[in-house]
């Protein structure tokens, strides 16, 4: 279904998206407001331990994806990249959505958290070129690459996406 079309069953059938603008909104919110947060509070390479030897607030800038993945490549071609690919994953979200039978929550609150956790990270790569991630796991000297609300929603939708799946094996995309 191409995205105007899906656009349309939105506009003809505006209560059933409301789910969606909920949890994408409340994603996005929580994500900017916990990153502005930590802005505001610490300096750039700042940690503070939590639970010692387990997990620290650190905050970092990612330019890359997940991992540090495209970090080192240049600004604009970096840039260019990735909100290319934000934009078409939630342009599929939003079309895979619409092809989720209204009685699936759990396939669309999975679809919702990766739409509201690709929404964070690509304001925050709008605004300022990478973005935050503050979370930061670890046992001993073994590090989890940091993250933040933004990557966690979007782990847990696809894991939710996958339990949906399969669940439901006779979901056509």
Same mark, same amino acid.
């Given at each position: 279904m191409p995205l105007k079309t899906a656009l349309k069953t939105i506009a003809e059938e505006p209560r059933r998206y409301l789910f969606l603008a909920g949890v994408v909104g409340t994603v996005?919110? @929580?994500?900017?407001? /916990?990153?502005? +947060? &930590?802005?505001? /509070?610490?300096? +750039?390479h700042e940690?503070?331990?939590?639970?010692?030897?387990?997990?620290? *607030? /650190?905050?970092?800038?990612?330019?890359?994806?997940?991992?540090?993945?495209? $970090?080192?490549?240049?600004?604009? +071609?970096?840039?260019a990249f990735f909100v290319t690919i934000s934009v078409v994953a939630i342009s599929f979200l939003l079309t895979f959505f619409v092809k989720i039978p209204k009685e699936a929550r759990l396939g669309r609150l999975s679809v $919702?958290?990766?739409? !509201?956790?690709?929404? !964070?990270?690509?304001?925050?790569?709008?605004?300022? !070129?990478?973005?935050?991630?503050?979370?930061?796991?670890? &046992? !001993?000297?073994?590090?989890?690459?940091?993250?933040?609300v933004a990557d966690s929603s979007i782990s847990i939708g696809v894991a +939710? *996406?996958?339990?949906?799946?399969?669940? /439901?094996?006779?979901?056509? @995309?």
């Open positions: 996005f919110v @929580v994500d900017q407001v /916990t990153k502005a +947060l &930590i802005q505001r /509070t610490m300096r +750039l940690s503070i331990p939590i639970i010692d030897r387990l997990f620290s *607030l /650190t905050y970092i800038r990612n330019a890359g994806a997940a991992f540090g993945i495209f $970090a080192e490549h240049g600004n604009g +071609l970096r840039m $919702a958290m990766v739409m !509201g956790g690709a929404f !964070g990270n690509l304001a925050d790569r709008l605004r300022f !070129g990478e973005v935050v991630d503050f979370l930061d796991f670890y &046992i !001993g000297s073994y590090h989890w690459p940091a993250f933040n +939710l *996406l996958i339990w949906y799946f399969i669940r /439901t094996p006779s979901v056509h @995309v």
